[in-house]
């Protein structure tokens, strides 16, 4: 059957993925009306979704996986992927941004004493459950390194949790 952003429900998390996916870097030519890149990354995250029901799909994954995506399609290089890429190319990106997004979120599939995983799947759960630790952890970093920063920012209403909560969950995507 059909692929990508057009065989998505209106509700639930398809609705979410439909709604997310046409306004992931819209200005860009792939991701843009007609471009391979929204149906794309459709895929992906119903794929990641489906893969991962304890997280299934939150705001902030479509920028992640749609900057993954563009730099897979691209044969790793940073910059506008082609609009009309071919599907070959197409598909091989997406098997690539699957694993990585999945592997962010999840960890490496063996895990040892040497584990380091950001545990993304923390922050996209439901609930965002390692949001606040992340915001405190930051709050401490300016308390201790850069507090005249801290004190400004506090100053003009950007707390830690305005601040960065876009970051965290997009990886800097969407800075």
Known sequence: GPGGAARLGDKGTEGEIKRDVRR???KRPFFQEG???RDALADVLVALAVASPETSYCQGMNLVCGALLEIHVNGGDVGDAAPDASAV???GAQRKTFWLAHALAHG???RGA???R???AELWRPGMPQLKLRVFQL???LFRHLPRLRAHLKSVGLAPDV???QWFFTLFAYV
Request: net charge negative; glycine share 12%.
């Open 118 to 120: 950001l545990e993304l």
């Open 24 to 26: 992931t870097f819209g």
């Open 108 to 110: 490496a599939p063996v």
């Open 114 to 116: 040497a584990d380091n």
């Open 139 to 141: 709050d401490q970093l």
């Open 163 to 165: 601040l960065a909560s």
């Open 89 to 91: 190319a197409i598909r």
């Open 35 to 37: 471009g391979a890149g």
